[in-house]
């Protein structure tokens, strides 16, 4: 069992930076692809990032390609979210994900664990 405890989400103004955090428990964590989705009220999840086990393969949603970073501390069992210039339309909670494939199965949604999110609102 895995748990994920995300943490860094909050208020920002737009074109300003947050950076996600997400813990994981478990000595297994290396061996677990990790991601970032979102959800906007009233919409449904959507896939925002994904890491490799290694941290050597990510994929990132169009929408946020040039302005997100995802990366990884196997040594701290965290795996982080690096949002900069943001903008009201990432407005959302904010979920960590770890699967036991690859970057790019998680990417299908095919995850093991799901954090309990974190809030993110970008103001205009």
């Known amino acids: 069992q895995v748990q994920l405890v995300e943490s860094g989400g909050g208020l920002v103004q737009a074109g300003g930076s947050l950076r996600l955090s997400c813990v994981a428990s478990?000595?297994?964590?290396?061996?677990?692809?990790m991601g970032w989705f979102r959800q906007a009220s009233g919409n449904e999840r959507e896939f925002v990032a994904t890491i490799g086990s290694r941290g050597r393969t990510t994929y990132f949603q169009d929408s946020v390609k040039g302005r997100f970073t995802i990366s990884r501390d196997n040594a701290k069992n965290t795996v982080y979210l690096q949002m900069n210039t943001l903008k009201p339309e990432d407005t959302a909670v904010y979920y960590c994900?770890?699967?036991?494939?690859?970057?790019?199965?998680?990417?299908?949604?095919?995850?093991?664990?799901w954090g309990q999110g974190t809030q993110v609102t970008v103001s205009s």
């Open positions: 478990g000595r297994t964590f290396s061996t677990y692809a």
């Open positions: 994900a770890a699967g036991s494939g690859t970057a790019l199965s998680l990417k299908s949604q095919k995850i093991d664990y």
